[in-house]
């Protein structure tokens, strides 16, 4: 059996870091899981929200998780990002984005002194600061993006429902400049090697909500894959199907 389990966030452990309400059975998978001496890891496209504000709002909703244990799209971009050696970023993002990029010591700026644009989900985005992103992207700074999402669902200022996602921001760029995409997001293997750490992907298992990011990412590197929920995809076939985590929980332990 598997030794290392990882999640989505949205959609699996809970419904969206918009409201993060989590999802039945989350805690006692997660703890039992861990009791068992399983390693544990959740993985999301998310950028919206910095890693340090998923990790806090899920702890204290009861979630027995670890910093350490966190990989989002914005976080591990930051770091991919500074591990290039790039340090100015232009920035298309809410704040969560932001906020990963200056824990690890990268700087965002709004001029010509970027070295690097990097895309998020930004569901206040002007034309204004779309634009400068292109010019800046002709010119030849490298185009990253956090998150490889076309859309994806939530709440924001009183408006409820799907939204525009980071990779639609950032194809539009790549539209426009015939310039190519460094994305950091499921279903591209950086934020799945990142999360695995060294375990050999025989040995893990990905459990998402969304056939593409969550299966297809994960079926790439040779993990194993449990789809949740009700949509497919042709061509893409998980290991397991499951209704939701407690179908998932009776299934590990009957």
Not at 219 to 246: F, N, Q, Y
Request: aromatic share 8%; glycine share 10%.
């Amino acid at each position: 059996m598997w030794r290392h389990f990882l999640f989505d966030i949205e959609g699996v452990i809970c419904d969206d870091m918009d409201n993060a309400n989590l999802k039945e059975m989350a805690v006692k998978l997660l703890e039992r899981l861990k009791r068992e001496g399983k390693r544990v890891s959740l993985v999301s496209n998310v950028s919206r929200k910095s890693r340090r504000f998923v990790f806090e709002t899920l702890k204290l909703k009861g979630l027995p998780i670890e910093l350490e244990e966190v990989f989002t799209a914005g976080y591990v971009a930051a770091k991919y990002i500074r591990d290039l050696g790039f340090k100015r970023c232009f920035v298309i993002s809410e704040g969560g984005l932001r906020e990963d990029l200056l824990e690890l010591g990268l700087e965002p700026v709004d001029d010509e002194s970027a070295e690097v644009v990097v895309i998020g989900t930004d569901r206040g985005l002007t034309y204004q600061r779309l634009n400068y992103a292109m010019r800046l992207v002709i010119k030849g700074r490298k185009l990253v993006c956090a998150g490889a999402s076309t859309i994806f669902k939530g709440s924001y200022l009183g408006d409820a429902g799907y939204f525009m996602g980071e990779s639609s921001i950032a194809e539009a760029i790549k539209h426009a400049t015939k310039k190519e995409v460094e994305y950091v997001g499921k279903p591209h293997p950086r934020i799945f090697m990142e999360a695995l750490n060294g375990e050999e992907p025989s040995n893990a298992v990905m459990i998402g909500d969304r056939p593409i990011p969550d299966v297809m990412g994960a079926k790439s590197l040779g993990m194993s894959t449990v789809l949740v929920g009700g949509e497919r995809a042709l061509g893409i076939k998980p290991d397991l199907v499951v209704s939701g985590l407690r179908e998932l929980y009776e299934y590990l332990y009957p």
